[in-house]
Structures are given as structure tokens and as C-alpha cells.
T-cell receptor
Framework: DTAVSQTPKYLVTQMGNDKSIKCEQN?????MYWYKQDSKKFLKIMFS???????INETVPNRFSPKSPDKAHLNLHINSLELGDSAVYFC?????????????FGQGTRLTVV | AQSVSQHNHHVILSEAASLELGCNYS??????LFWYVQYPGQHLQLLLK??????LVKGIKGFEAEFIKSKFSFNLRKPSVQWSDTAEYFC???????????FGKGNQVVVIP
């Protein structure tokens, strides 16, 4: 059983295209995240949702739009893809209502924009 | 907002050598502390965590970390590394009750057989 699953694992696309990455967690967590890992392996939070509500929105271009249809899913849609969007995108989840909690990560989606 | 510093981004050592990776954070309140490991081509996995209690925590694969509150540090150690420990190691900090998990820039560790 995969706790946090992302699809697709690899995504190669041309500049200017629109693409989506999906994330699902079966842990019963109430909070989900998107992180971007650049070529230097630096991990930076992009968005966080708690019970389908956006609670963290870092300085991310508005071409990136997260959508949470329910608390088990957090999808990431990217419009007008640019070369600089190439990175590995990690979805994660945690249980915010539990004081001491850890985040569980998905396998990552390696996005390559050509 | 909390921030995390990891130094010596690239670490190369031989099998059986001891490893210590430093992690310092800046946040004055109560924190939860984590070390995650990312093996080549894989996702992040939790190595160990500290919430409260004994400041010396033991994780998987022989790793341990010590929380020193006065130094705002949470250094990771392993007495004798193996080739399979080659990976990227990330320290992360979460202010208690905050949704934000802040990561350090990571340490790339290469263990030479």
C-alpha cells in the first residue's frame, strides 16, 4: 500500500504546455503539501492545504494552481510551462491535528521542460 | 519563520568511517526536528525525529541525532558508515503547531567502498 502516491513519475513536455500532477494519500491526514526540489536538491515548500483549504502559498508564479477536491487529494496544475519549471515535485502529507507529527512524502514527479 | 542551516554540503568518506552532519535552526519557540534521507533517485524517507524527551534519538540504520537546545542544533551521527549510506540527508524543522516544515539545503554524502 502506497501511503502518498503521485502520478506521473516522469513528465517531459514542451515549453508553453499546460500539465497536471496528481497526488493522493491514504493515511487519513488532513494536511497536504507540494514541495519543489531544484537541480541542487534544495527543497522548498510551494503550497499547503489543510482540509481542502489553502493555508500556505509561498512566492510561486500564478501559473501554478493547486486544487484539493477532498482532503485525500492535492493536484498541481501548471500553465504555460517554462524551462525553469524543470525540477522534481514532491507531494507530502501530515496530520496537523496531531501535535507531534511527521510528513510522509510521495515518490516525486520529475518534470522536464524542453 | 524558522530556517535551517546545514554545512559541508558535499561529504565524501570511506566505509567504516564515522559520519557527523551538522544542523542548526533559527526559531525561538518549541520545535519538532527531523532528519530525512533521500537515496539516489528516490523519495524522502524519515530517518529519525525528535519531539520531546531524551535529546538523544535513535533512528533507523544505526543513525542517531542529538538535540542541543542551547545551541539550536540537531546533529546527525553514525559511527560506521556503509556504501549503502550514500544519499542526500536533509534536516527539517517544524515549529510546534505550524504547518510549515522547513528544510535545510541538504548534505550529499558519498561513501566509497
Amino acid at each position: 500500500d502506497t501511503a502518498v502516491s503521485q502520478t506521473p513519475k516522469y513528465l517531459v513536455t514542451q515549453m508553453g504546455n499546460d500539465k497536471s500532477i496528481k497526488c493522493e494519500q491514504n493515511l487519513g491526514h488532513d494536511t497536504m503539501y507540494w514541495y519543489k526540489q531544484d537541480s541542487k536538491k534544495f527543497l522548498k515548500i510551494m503550497f499547503s492545504y489543510n482540509n481542502k483549504e489553502l493555508i500556505i502559498n509561498e512566492t510561486v508564479p500564478n501559473r501554478f494552481s493547486p486544487k484539493s477536491p477532498d482532503k485525500a487529494h492535492l493536484n498541481l496544475h501548471i500553465n504555460s510551462l517554462e524551462l525553469g519549471d524543470s525540477a522534481v515535485y514532491f507531494c507530502a502529507s501530515s496530520h496537523q491535528q496531531v501535535l507531534n507529527t511527521e510528513a510522509f512524502f510521495g515518490q516525486g514527479t520529475r518534470l522536464t521542460v524542453v | 519563520a524558522q530556517s535551517v542551516s546545514q554545512h559541508n554540503h558535499h561529504v565524501i568518506l570511506s566505509e567504516a568511517a564515522s559520519l557527523e552532519l551538522g544542523c542548526n535552526y533559527s526559531y525561538g519557540g518549541t520545535v519538532n526536528l527531523f532528519w530525512y534521507v533521500q537515496y539516489p533517485g528516490q523519495h524522502l524517507q524519515l530517518l529519525l525525529k525528535y519531539f520531546s524527551g531524551d535529546p538523544l534519538v535513535k533512528g533507523i540504520k544505526g543513525f542517531e541525532a542529538e538535540f542541543i537546545k542551547s545551541k539550536f542544533s540537531f546533529n546527525l551521527r553514525k559511527p560506521s558508515v556503509q556504501w549503502s549510506d550514500t544519499a542526500e540527508y536533509f534536516c527539517a524543522v517544524n515549529a510546534r503547531g505550524n504547518n510549515r516544515l522547513a528544510f535545510g539545503k541538504g548534505n550529499q554524502v558519498v561513501v566509497i567502498p
